[in-house]
């Protein structure tokens, strides 16, 4: 076990949209698809802080001197469930650097989530994960999250939007 890291969990502001993109850009490069990060400091401001915002992020703030200021990062937003008849706190990403993985940054950011969400009433969390990603899924059962196989995630790109919108 790694030793625990010391570190804050806050919510980020507009100002922290370029800490956000860094860690979001580190994601995509783990998860196999830097080519797929396209998002724009404008798309992070419209959406996180602007008069249609739909997300908020935490940001984990390393407190000591040393190492990164920031160690981790989750973006989340709420669905509303049609059978529960109560939100959902869909959460978008979640995101630690590989070598302070296991110091308990994960673990925290998760819990303030599943704090977020009892305190809005929410009736679950939700979030997928890739098939590969073997760590992350064990550290999601080890949580006590159940994984729905049952379930396919669909997609719509732009392109396709387009053609089915006419």
């Known amino acids: 076990m790694k030793q625990r890291a010391s570190f804050k969990i806050r919510e980020a ?9 860094d ?6 490069i783990y998860e196999k698809s830097p080519e797929s990060f396209v998002a724009t400091r404008d798309d992070y401001e419209k959406w996180g802080w602007g008069p249609d915002a739909i997300f908020k992020v935490l940001l984990a703030e390393n407190t000591r001197a040393e ?5 981790g990062f989750a973006l989340y937003y709420f669905t509303f469930s049609t059978w529960t008849g109560r939100p959902t706190l869909w959460l978008e990403d979640v995101f630690v650097p590989e070598e302070l993985r ?6 925290a950011l998760l819990g303030r989530l599943a704090r977020i969400a009892l305190d809005k009433g929410c009736g679950r969390m939700e979030w997928t994960c890739l098939d590969w990603n073997e760590p992350s899924r064990q550290f999601y059962f080890r949580l006590g999250a159940t994984a ?5 995630t669909f997609r719509l790109t732009p392109r396709e939007l387009e053609k089915l919108a006419k």
């Open 13 to 21: 502001n507009k100002k922290d949209i370029p800490i956000i993109m």
């Open 23 to 28: 860690l979001a850009k580190q994601l995509a």
């Open 67 to 71: 190492g990164p200021k920031y160690v």
């Open 102 to 107: 296991g110091s308990g940054v994960g673990s």
């Open 148 to 152: 729905q196989n049952e379930w396919t």
